[in-house]
């Protein structure tokens, strides 16, 4: 898990705070990536960026926003959050977008929204 | 549409035995396929790939999981069963054709190793 960091390793906030999750990678990779896991549910694709442009953004509400400010670092910011929102974040990497490349996870954030 | 479909919730084996974890999929092209492990309170760890080639493919840890296209299946196999292997697994694919970049996932099985 050396390979992808994320901080922090858990989360408590409420409604009206505002967070940011931190995602770096040292492999070297182009590619980066937000998921949420809930409990049940198949993990869930939230943004993706290439080369720090972003490429995909599936119907993520506007209370998250992310970041790449460069191709090692991907952040993820929050603000007034709900409840439903609680769940384990995890960014990935890869060395590109192209489907036959390998993505590989970090550790994850578990976020609890009181 | 892409999709993943784990039959099984949950899978016990007893120390020693050969395990199974059962997946299909649903791809319009061709399917790229994927088997990850996530331990308590950690992020997915790859074990495998199918791009093309072999249908079956040997990855870490001793599993092994086979391709094949007509039952569309991609069922990740180990023959004999550590306890360390308790887990929980999940099976992805990705669409090599449509270019999107989403991995669908199932929703995982657990596997429990009985000593």
């Known amino acids: 898990e050396t390979g992808v960091t994320q901080t922090p390793r858990h989360l408590v906030m409420g409604m009206t705070n505002k967070k940011s999750l931190k995602c770096e990678q040292h492999?070297?990779?182009?590619?980066m990536y937000w998921y949420k896991q809930s409990a049940k549910k198949p993990l869930e694709l939230m943004f993706v960026?290439?080369?720090?442009?972003?490429?995909e953004n599936n119907s993520v509400p506007s209370r998250f926003s992310p970041e790449c400010p460069n191709s090692s670092h991907l952040f993820l910011h929050l603000h007034t959050l709900q409840p439903e929102d609680s769940a384990l974040y995890l960014c990935?990497?890869?060395?590109?977008?192209?489907?036959?490349?390998?993505?590989?996870f970090g550790p994850g954030t578990r976020l609890t929204v009181l | 549409a892409q999709s993943v479909a784990q039959p099984e919730d949950q899978v016990n084996v007893a120390e020693g035995n050969p395990l199974t974890v059962k997946c299909t999929y649903s791809v319009s092209g061709n399917p790229y396929l994927f088997w990850y492990v996530q331990y308590p309170n950690r992020g997915l760890q790859f074990l495998l790939k199918y791009i093309t080639g072999d249908n079956l493919v040997k990855g870490s840890y001793g599993f092994e999981a086979e391709f094949n296209k007509s039952q569309t299946s991609f069922h990740l196999k180990k023959p004999s069963a550590l306890v360390s292997d308790s887990a929980l697994y999940f099976c992805a694919v990705r669409d090599g054709q449509t270019g999107a970049n989403n991995l669908f996932f199932g929703t995982g099985t657990r596997l429990t190793v009985i000593p």
């Open positions: 990935a990497s890869s060395p590109g977008t192209a489907p036959s490349y390998t993505q590989y």
């Open positions: 492999l070297g990779h182009n590619a």
């Open positions: 960026y290439s080369l720090e442009e972003r490429v």
